[in-house]
């Protein structure tokens, strides 16, 4: 393991002064955004971070693109060259970057990196993601074909070691099942009371997403129970109209594929105050990798990346106000709240059947409504993470603002069956 990941203390102190986001969306399906290309929506984003850190093209000396799978998504492998003339960044330095679903979160810890060594002093860094669709092929690619999983799954199995490794689903669902399972013989939990807890979760995600304009899906359960025909939302919950894909995920524990972008600004945290009055500072980050082939790498990863974050930083768990986790498997949720310390070993599970995670509760998290319902568009979606942490330290989240206004975040990112990082951001003002 990597002990040494963090930012150094020969390092200066980086903080994020600018956002911005698309929403997130079917471009296959979605009438209002179909035609968008990669470079119109990470341009989108890109100039709106910019704005909010009230700085122009001109102003920004470098910037990182971050896309899970360009390749395949959209005929590229060197995205940050097709992109750079939608924000005004011809000629200047960038870097694309792919790192399957934790993309987006090492995109930030890139940026950081940049302007922490001295390199840099206005770096923008972010991801944009088209995971609905692919180019055809033939035509421009901005008429684009639905991505499905003829394609899509063995091209993921690239991720992993293949000469001594397992192919991505290990059998159906066994990779996406392997912590849960885990979990529950560990804490003597029912596969009855494991639906309940995960149905339940999904439900209270859902509530939070219901108030995000950039959420993918916000028809809330009540209403879509009653147009089933279901008086009580939990039987519908438990029907065949929310099914169960593997052991223990029905489809509302599974990620929403979309199509979005986000970015960000950061700068050295000592001219923050000059862009915006309500800078955040990125106080560490942790990393931690492993190959698919070690069991329970997931739990194991999180673990280690936690540690070093809380050592470099001298904080414990008990210092974090809100937690964002990237639960495209939705149990990931509780169970890496659990990992970090934000939730109780062995009792978060209880936290959230008793909606105790919802944006509304005592301890929340992922208050965009995560991959279940905010949307899963792969690289983007750890960069929406961010978007999200930094409206709700600055208060600006509106309904769906969490009750304490937030002083640490913590940003729990995983991706490619094999990346996790574990940031800490402080609101510095």
Known sequence: MVHNVKIGKNMRSVSIVGIGATPFFNGISNPQYKGLTNGELFGYAALDAMKDAQVEPRDVQYFFHGSANPHV???CITPNLQVADWFGMRGKGSISHSEGCCTGYIALEEAVFAVASGAYEVVLTGCSEQGTGMPDGNTPDHIRTAL????????????????????LGGGPGMNHDDWINFYAKENGLTPDQ????????????????ELCPRAIRRTPYEKLAEEAGYEDVWDYMKSPNNPKMTQYLRTSSDSCVAD????????PTE??????DKPI???????SVLDAIVPHLEKKATAEAARQVYEATG?????????YVNDFIGSSAFLAAEEIGYLPKGEGWKYALDGRLAYDGDKPMNTNGGRTSYGHAFAASGMADV?????????????RQIKKMPKHTFLRGFGGAQNVRATILRANF
């Open 387 to 399: 978007f999200e942490a930094v409206v709700q330290m600055r208060g600006e989240a509106g309904e």
């Open 315 to 323: 904080l414990t768990a008990d210092d974090m106000d809100l937690l």
């Open 281 to 287: 500072e990125v106080l560490a980050t942790g990393a």
């Open 194 to 209: 494991v639906d309940d807890v995960l149905n339940h979760q999904a439900y209270h995600f859902r509530r939070a997403a």
């Open 260 to 267: 979005g972008a986000a970015c960000c600004i950061v700068v």
């Open 73 to 75: 998504l959209n005929g």
């Open 271 to 276: 001219i923050a105050h000059q862009f915006t």
């Open 148 to 167: 499905t999983t003829e394609v899509l799954f063995p091209d993921l199995d690239s991720i992993f070691d293949r000469a001594y490794g397992r192919y």
